[in-house]
Every structure is written in C-alpha cells, then in structure tokens.
C-alpha cells in the first residue's frame, strides 16, 4: 500500500489535530514537520534511556522476573509512553500514525536484511500486532489522566506497565 499526502493534505491534518489539541499551528507546514520529528526523536531517546534504567534485572522490584518478560516490559513501557506522549501534543490521529509508520519501518528493515531467525525477503516481522497494542494502551492513558507533561506520562505509564497492563512479544495480555 502507497500513501501520498501533498503538503496541503499533511498540513490539513496536523492543523485539524493540532486544533482538537488545542496547539498552535506555524504557518508552513514545513516548519511543523521539522519541529514534529525533533520533537519526536529527542523524545524518543529519553523515553528509551530512561527504559533501560528502570527495566533491567538488576531493579526488580522486589520480585525476580524473567529477563524475556523485562525486555517485553522496557519495549512496551516505550511503546506506550511515546503513543501517549505524541497523542497529547499532536492528537490522536497524528499517533496512530506515526506509530503505524514505526511498524512498517521496522517491518519492511526485517524484510530487506534480515535477522538471526528470519532469512532476507521472506517475511516483514516487526512485532505489529503487539506494537499497535500497547500504542492503544498508551493513547487510552492519555484519555484517562489528559495534560501531563513528557515526564509525567513516563512516570504514569511506569507504574502502569509494573502493573502487568501491556502485551508481550507474542501479543498476549499481561495483566
């Protein structure tokens, strides 16, 4: 599938978003889109750098945890910190979408080089289903507990996937 959006067409739909969020909107498109990708990829970098912190071994909790499902708590924890984190300065819309496109980035990665179990070209595996789900938990955060800040969110949804409320690599339901 092909998407093509003119720049009118994205800038009709970041200002539609951006309306329903109550933000601001620059007068060139352009300006938003550069401004949106920093916005997202510094984002980005904190949420998995506090992820690493907090989700390893060595911080358990008080309990031990298996190291597969630790890796599944720090990919979710990612997962929905940044849905719900883009959901809140850019709506709902504008989420799902960069999240999508985050799937078939990864998707289409695995497809042309391959991995250590997947030979190149046989099959586009990123997790998509899973992925997409804790997307939703994070923007269903955002519908919850509306206004928190980059931080807040990460530390609302810390303690929501200590909790066991995330899906795990095989797509299954933790809680």
């Known amino acids: 599938m092909k998407i093509i959006l003119t720049e009118r067409q994205l800038h009709n739909i970041i200002s539609e978003q951006a309306a329903i969020s109550k933000y601001q909107i620059p007068k060139e498109t352009g300006e938003i889109v550069v401004d949106m990708l920093d916005f997202i990829e510094r984002t980005r970098d ?20 298996e190291p597969n499902i630790i890796k599944d708590m720090e990919d979710a924890f990612c997962h929905q910190t940044m849905s719900a984190i883009i959901m809140a300065k850019y709506g709902k819309t504008i989420s799902w979408v ?29 997790g998509y289903t899973t992925d997409m789900k804790n997307n939703e938990i994070g923007r269903e955060m955002v519908n919850r507990y509306p ?20 899906y795990d690599r095989y797509g299954k339901y933790m809680r």
């Open 46 to 65: 904190k949420i998995e750098s506090y992820a690493k912190n907090v989700f390893n071994q060595s911080t358990p909790w008080g309990q031990r945890i």
């Open 147 to 166: 206004g928190k800040n980059v931080d807040g969110y990460m530390k609302l949804i810390e303690k929501n996937v200590k909790a066991y409320n995330f």
């Open 98 to 126: 960069i999240g999508w496109m985050n799937e078939i980035k990864g998707g289409l990665r695995i497809f042309l080089k391959g991995s250590k179990k997947i030979p190149r070209f046989t099959k586009m595996s990123s």
